[in-house]
């Protein structure tokens, strides 16, 4: 059984090293997108994650790494880091070219202690990171958001500016954005808003989701 109350304190600790502005290059030559997929119910517990790296302007695919691994801890929800992150730091190691940027599909500080998958990755590897999250884990809207693609509006919770949910494409989805490390709201925006490519997903963490189905179903997973 996990220790719940001794991994909130560390979430906490680590959530406490998370830089809130811009530490990264004005111009990133490498991003890279992070996916992490797994099933709550697979016995196993066996987590697959799948880096990407993609060079800026042009969005070329430049390298590609995953990593398999077994956690000990089941799927809890708000403790997700603790099963991916060590999995996806795995496969970070065995990039040649390593990205300025990371985006990873999940959440930032968008998180109830302000250590969603995205913050806990960019901490542990002091890189500057983005959480693209494709569904809510914590956050309102400060106004409705509008159909248009780019149309945006903050997320606060418990008063506190935690992201923003982001239209990337007109009646789409929304995107849920938030800062992972080392990076600004308004620059987080920026860079999802400029490898969305006319889709829903930005580029990078596009990528990296196929990537990461891919190396789920080879594994039989």
Not at 21 to 41: E, K
Not at 184 to 209: D, N, Q
Request: net charge positive; aromatic share 6%.
């Amino acid at each position: 059984m996990a220790d719940l109350a001794a991994l909130r304190e560390e979430q906490r600790a680590l959530a406490a090293r998370v830089i809130a502005r811009d530490a990264l290059p004005a111009t990133p030559r490498y991003i890279g997108g992070v996916d992490i997929s797994c099933s709550r119910f697979d016995p196993t517990l066996r987590v697959y994650a799948a880096i990407v790296v993609l060079e800026w302007p042009g969005l070329a695919f430049v390298e590609g790494a995953s990593f398999i691994a077994t956690p000990d801890l089941h799927y809890i929800t708000g403790f997700l880091g603790f099963r991916e992150v060590p999995a996806a730091m795995r496969a970070f190691d065995s990039l040649k070219v390593k990205p300025d940027l990371l985006m990873v599909d999940g959440q930032g500080i968008a998180h109830p202690r302000r250590l969603g998958i995205a913050s806990h990755l960019g901490v542990k590897l002091d890189l500057p990171t983005i959480g693209v999250g494709k569904s809510r884990l914590v956050g309102t809207p400060v106004e409705p958001l509008g159909e248009a693609a780019g149309s945006e509006t903050r997320l606060y919770d418990r008063g506190e500016e935690v992201g923003a949910l982001l239209r990337t494409r007109a009646r789409a989805n929304p995107l849920w954005i938030s800062i992972g490390h080392r990076i600004s709201l308004p620059t987080a925006l920026r860079w999802v808003r400029a490898t969305s490519a006319g889709r829903r997903l930005p580029e990078p963490t596009r990528l990296a989701h196929e990537a990461a189905g891919m190396v789920r179903r080879d594994a039989g997973g």
